[in-house]
């Protein structure tokens, strides 16, 4: 057995733990980069704050998924002002584009040098400058993953800078932020959460610590999904979504990812949909032919075991089977319209360049099972 765990050194979590900021912050920098998404004015009084407190803010707003154009951008206009610490607060966009934003702002190379995949991979020469990210929504934990999620324009597929080094210093998880989310919102992010865990879960690199973390977050989805969905001022259904995200995030950074994100990278460089909603259109296929491929080929793999267990988790019964789990998860795609591939765009024309490409996708390495080109077609015409 062989493992390593990082994750971030300080985690702060609870209602209402945002309005702390300002405090936790002060020793950190004083020339802020402040990124946050499209609707700045809610965080007015951190902007307030953050003044009164003698911090000088330079305010960088974050439209969509982040792209390497804006990044690049954003990083020139953050070194200009001298800035020496990020504040991120929004969905995972806004976290991604502040974690990439806080390792240019220390090295200095094209965006490119640093992609893993598509760009050169280079290592970060020098530590990140001190981030604290906030989420506001419950899905991706990026607040305490190590890589940022970029859009490539060029190469069409969204792709990773990656370094232990961008975890971000401290991750401030208050689920009163998640309270505005709307139900689509909900829905996607919490359904990116779940399949976080599930593919951490089942993964071959799963160890003793993100296993019953990955447990942990399961029963939070199963307990709290869909009332959160129905009942968003809910902050007890809130909170339950904000831990299983923070949970998530915590073992996709140390246990990887699989065949679902390994799709998610091409088809969220091509097409416009929101990523929670491509992880979840594409999970139940996705889970269906790894349990048979796994039965077929390798019936020894825990990762079956981890599927049984999921099942177990997700239904709330002893004896519920893997395909009992694949049932639970499409009735709760359909029950939170989630869409299929083909409202997003995607015709079978498309299917031998995304199989081949989510086939090189880093994300792919911990799926339990190498899956065969035929297999990963197979994958997307199901979840048409
Ligand atoms: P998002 O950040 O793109 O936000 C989705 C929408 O919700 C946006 O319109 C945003 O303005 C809005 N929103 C955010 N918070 C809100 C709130 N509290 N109330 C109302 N509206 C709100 O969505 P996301 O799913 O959080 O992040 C998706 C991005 O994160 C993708 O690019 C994905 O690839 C990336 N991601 C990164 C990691 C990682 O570890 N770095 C993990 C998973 C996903």
């Given amino acids: 057995m062989q493992f390593q765990f990082s994750t971030a050194p300080k985690i702060i979590f ?9 405090d936790h912050v002060s020793r950190m920098g004083r020339r802020a980069c402040l990124v946050t998404g499209s609707r700045p004015e809610q965080f007015q009084w951190l902007m307030d704050s953050l003044e009164h407190n003698g911090f000088q803010l330079q305010l960088i707003f974050v439209k969509g998924e982040p792209d390497t154009v804006f990044i690049s951008e954003c990083a020139a206009k953050a070194r200009s002002q001298s800035c020496d610490m990020v504040i991120a607060i929004g969905g995972g966009s806004v976290l991604d584009a502040g974690k990439a934003l806080a390792a240019l702002l220390t090295n200095s190379r094209d965006v490119l040098d640093y992609l893993e995949v598509v760009g050169k991979g280079l290592p970060l020469e020098n530590r990140p400058a001190p981030l604290i990210a906030v989420p506001t929504t419950s899905g991706t934990g990026s607040e305490v993953t190590s890589n940022a999620v970029l859009l490539s324009p060029e190469h069409g597929v969204k792709i990773s800078m990656r370094s232990t080094d961008m975890i971000p210093d401290l991750a401030i998880v208050d689920p009163e932020l998640t309270l505005s989310m709307p139900p689509n919102v909900t829905a996607a ?11 951490a879960f089942v993964s071959r690199f799963a160890s003793p610590i993100t296993s019953p973390l990955c447990r942990e977050g399961l029963s939070h989805i199963a307990r709290a999904l869909r009332t959160a969905y129905t ?6 259904a809130r909170s339950s979504m904000s831990l299983a995200s923070l949970l998530s995030g915590i073992v996709l950074a140390n246990a990887r990812l699989g ?9 969220g460089g091509q097409f416009h949909a929101p990523h929670g909603n491509v992880c979840a259109a594409l999970l139940p296929q996705v889970m269906r032919t ?7 080929r390798a019936p020894e793999s825990p ?3 981890a599927y049984a267990e999921t099942a177990r988790i997700l239904t709330g019964n002893s004896s519920a089977t893997t395909a009992d789990g694949i049932d639970w998860v499409m009735e709760i795609c359909s029950d939170l319209q989630i869409p299929g591939l ?6 079978d024309k498309d299917f031998p360049e995304l199989a081949e490409k989510a086939a090189r996708a880093s994300s792919m390495k911990g799926n339990p099972i190498e899956l065969t080109q035929a297999e990963l077609i197979k994958i997307l015409r199901r979840s048409y």
């Fill in 231 to 236: 009942d968003g001022a809910d902050i007890e």
């Fill in 303 to 305: 990762a079956l075991e």
């Fill in 290 to 296: 790894n349990i048979r491929a796994l039965s077929e």
């Fill in 259 to 267: 065949a679902v994100h390994g799709f998610a990278a091409p088809i």
């Fill in 189 to 199: 992010t919490g359904l990116d959460a779940l399949t976080q865990l599930m593919e």
């Fill in 14 to 22: 609870g209602p209402g733990t945002a309005k702390a900021i300002p």
């Fill in 342 to 347: 083909a409202a997003m765009g995607i015709t």
